[in-house]
C-alpha cells in the first residue's frame, strides 16, 4: 500500500514558479513509477509528468508537450519524495494537481494523492 500527500500549490501571477512536492509512504517507493496530473474544472483529467525507474541506477523523465521546457520532474528516494518544479506558469496551468504512483509490475497507476490547487492569474 502507498499512501500519497501533495503540498506546495497556490496562486501565482502568470510568468511565475511553484514546486510542488508529493510525500509518498511505501518500502519499495525507489522503483514505483511516480507522475503528476492535473484536473481543470470542466476538463479531463490529463497528464503532466513521470519519472520511471529503468531497472537500473537512472530515471528516465517524459512530460507533457504542454509542459515540456517549463516543468521539471524529480525525486529524493532518501525522502520518499516528488517534485514538481514549475516554471513560466501560465493561466491554463490552473489546475488541482495529482501524484500517482504505479507499481513496475502493473499497467495503471494504482495510487493517487487528494490533490493540490494551482491558480496561475493572467
Known amino acids: 500500500q502507498v499512501q500519497l500527500v501533495e503540498s506546495g500549490g497556490g496562486l501565482v501571477q502568470a510568468g511565475g514558479s511553484l514546486r510542488l512536492s508529493c510525500a509518498a509512504s511505501?518500502?519499495?517507493?525507489?522503483?514505483?513509477?511516480m507522475g503528476w496530473f492535473r484536473q481543470a474544472p470542466g476538463k479531463e483529467r490529463e497528464f503532466v509528468a513521470r519519472i520511471t525507474w529503468n531497472g537500473g541506477i537512472a530515471y528516465v523523465a517524459d512530460y507533457a508537450d504542454s509542459v515540456k521546457g517549463r516543468f521539471t520532474i524529480s525525486r529524493d528516494n532518501a525522502k520518499n519524495m516528488v517534485y514538481l518544479q514549475m516554471n513560466s506558469l501560465k493561466p491554463e496551468d490552473t489546475a488541482v494537481y495529482h501524484c500517482a504512483a504505479r507499481d513496475p509490475s502493473a499497467g495503471q497507476y494504482d495510487y493517487w494523492g487528494q490533490g493540490t490547487q494551482v491558480t496561475v492569474s493572467s
Open positions: 511505501g518500502r519499495t517507493f525507489s522503483r514505483y513509477t
